[in-house]
Nanobody
Framework: VQLVESGGGLVQAGGSLRLSCAAS????????MGWFRQAPGKGREFVGS????????RYPDSVKGRFTISRDNAKNTVYLQMNSLKPEDTAVYYC?????????????????WGQGTQVTVSL
């Protein structure tokens, strides 16, 4: 499956952005989808995961209550709504896919990755 992220950009602290990830080349509805981010000089960090049907989501404490992951299986797209953005949310954001029935925060379980989209949050 091929993944293409979009929706990144520059936003002021406290603002919002919605990232999209369009999938092609596979049966989207069999994949658990995840979002990760990587800031300069840091490792790739888990941001959220959603199961095949969209009935279950998982977030780390760093974004819980601010970020929401959702999916539209009819459009083969997963979204990441980011609210109350902070400068420390600045990173390249990646979506990923795993042929699993459950959510997972482990990047090693995701074999498919997009190319990433830059999110920059200014003061």
């Amino acid at each position: 499956v091929q993944l293409v992220e979009s929706g990144g950009g520059l936003v002021q602290a406290g603002g919002s952005l919605r990232l999209s990830c369009a999938a092609s080349g596979g049966t989207f509805s069999v994949y658990t989808m995840g979002w990760f981010r990587q800031a300069p000089g840091k490792g790739r960090e888990f941001v959220g995961s959603i199961n095949r049907s969209g009935s279950s989501t998982r977030y780390p404490d760093s974004v819980k209550g601010r970020f929401t992951i959702s999916r539209d299986n009819a459009k083969n797209t997963v979204y990441l709504q980011m609210n109350s953005l902070k400068p420390e949310d600045t990173a390249v954001y990646y979506c990923a896919a795993a042929n699993l029935a459950w959510t997972t925060s482990s990047r090693n379980e995701y074999p498919y990755w997009g190319q990433g989209t830059q999110v920059t949050v200014s003061l």
